[in-house]
Nanobody, 125 residues
């Protein structure tokens, strides 16, 4: 079983930056691929970024490439999402997620088995 707790959300002006963190419990964290997803009001949950078990391979949705960076620290059981040059369209609840049985990242919501409670990110124009 894995428990995920996000932190770092908040209100920021367009062009600003935020850093989200996700703390994971569980002995096998280092074997699991991790991801960040987001959900805006009235919209489906969508992929933002993901990272494989070792941190050697990452993926991003096109709209955040060059602005967001995902990273992990397996010694601390954490993953981070550095978000720069934020835009109003980045406003959403951001969720951390983990795959139960795979170290390879995926962009599909259904491939993730554990989810955090979410943290709100609001970008004002």
């Amino acid at each position: 079983q894995v428990q995920l707790v996000e932190s770092g959300g908040g209100l920021v002006q367009a062009g600003g930056a935020l850093r989200l963190s996700c703390a994971a419990s569980g002995r096998t964290f280092s074997r699991k691929a991790m991801g960040w997803f987001r959900q805006a009001p009235g919209k489906e949950r969508e992929f933002v970024a993901a990272i494989n078990w070792s941190g050697s391979n990452t993926g991003y949705t096109d709209s955040v490439k060059g602005r967001f960076t995902i990273s992990r620290d397996n010694a601390k059981n954490t993953i981070d999402l550095q978000m720069n040059s934020l835009k109003p369209e980045d406003t959403a609840v951001y969720y951390c997620a983990a795959r139960a049985f795979s170290g390879s990242w995926s962009s599909r919501v259904l491939h993730y088995d554990y989810w955090g409670q979410g943290t709100q990110v609001t970008v004002s124009s």
